[in-house]
């Protein structure tokens, strides 16, 4: 279904890998608009946003977005068609910071968070507009 | 339909024909850090009774009845960690939610929740002014 929704909402980053329950129900979406925004407090290291879709209900994850944050304050965007031609096999796999393919839509979406070491007082709040 | 799903749809067309627009925000962090999600929910809203003011509700308080409808079909409040527990009902007490109801800020003091065969038909708020 159409409409904007939290993919993640994290005021306590720590090390290691959170995974976030997914969106649902989004077959009728043709594009996702990604929007991650950091606010840094202290410590930390490096940050990672994956952005995840599922053909399979959930079974498998692709990621098609990766948003890379660090030290520092920021906000960035990716727009994902799911109607743009793939006619050469895209190979899945994990994906570098700010890195982002096109092309490959499921019904379901999610976030995977990796911290390399513990923010204080730092913010990720990762949205998604489908239509 | 199950009896559930009558009583949530009599509710809704009830609140699509008589009720108001009003906004619910969860707030995550503090701070500057602070963010938050909304959700626009159909509401029916009453002031207290005069029994119930003589009770010890104030004048500002205030009565709502929303259904669980706009909350689940918003995915309300977005993605959680895996293994946290569901929080799509409106949060009262430490760190509740607020309504935001004819442009003005409420805080969400009691939540009550009317099931039928566990499945939440009905959501009476009680709101401070």
Known sequence: ?131 | MTLAEECIAELDNALAEAGSDAVLRRFFGTGPNQTWVDVTLRVAERAPTEDELVAGYSQNDMFIVTSPTQLINAQFPGGQPVGSKPAWLPKAGTGADKLFIFDQQRQIELVDPIKVDNTVVRINLKLKG
């Open chain 1, 1 to 131: 279904m159409a409409g904007t929704y939290p993919l993640a909402i994290m005021s306590s980053i720590n090390e290691g890998e959170v995974v976030f329950t997914p969106i649902k129900y989004l077959s009728s979406a043709h594009a996702v608009t990604l929007y991650g925004r950091f606010v840094y407090g202290s410590g930390g290291g490096q940050l990672f946003a994956n952005i995840e879709t599922s053909l399979d209900s959930g079974s498998t994850w692709i990621p098609i977005a990766c948003f890379a944050f660090t030290t520092i304050n920021s906000s960035k965007a990716f727009n994902l068609s799911g109607l743009k031609d793939q006619i050469s096999p895209i190979p899945i796999g994990a994906l570098s910071g700010d890195e982002a393919i096109s092309g490959i839509l499921g019904d379901w979406i999610r976030a995977r968070v990796v911290a390399d070491a513990d923010y204080v007082n730092s913010t990720l709040d990762l949205r998604m507009t489908a239509r």
